[in-house]
């Protein structure tokens, strides 16, 4: 009874494990298409000297409050 306990308990890690695996690989992923996409950027705006229409920066909008 108790090594089919065992069993059940290992099988449920190693379950968790190849998920938390699967995650990370596709994490990884993600970030490298980012950076090829960043660095394919940085080309094009090196190459044209001007940024392309579809880029835009992130300008945090401050509101004063008096």
Do not use: Q
């Not at 695996?21 to 940085?42: D, I, Q, Y």
């Amino acid at each position: 009874m108790k090594a089919r306990a065992e069993e059940k308990l290992a099988n449920k890690l190693a379950a968790t494990k190849r998920i938390a695996e699967e995650r990370r690989a596709n994490a990884e992923a993600k970030l490298n298409e980012k950076a090829v996409r960043t660095s394919e950027r940085a080309d094009y705006i090196r190459r044209s000297g001007h940024l392309p229409s579809s880029f835009s920066f992130k300008i945090p909008s401050f509101s004063l409050c008096w």
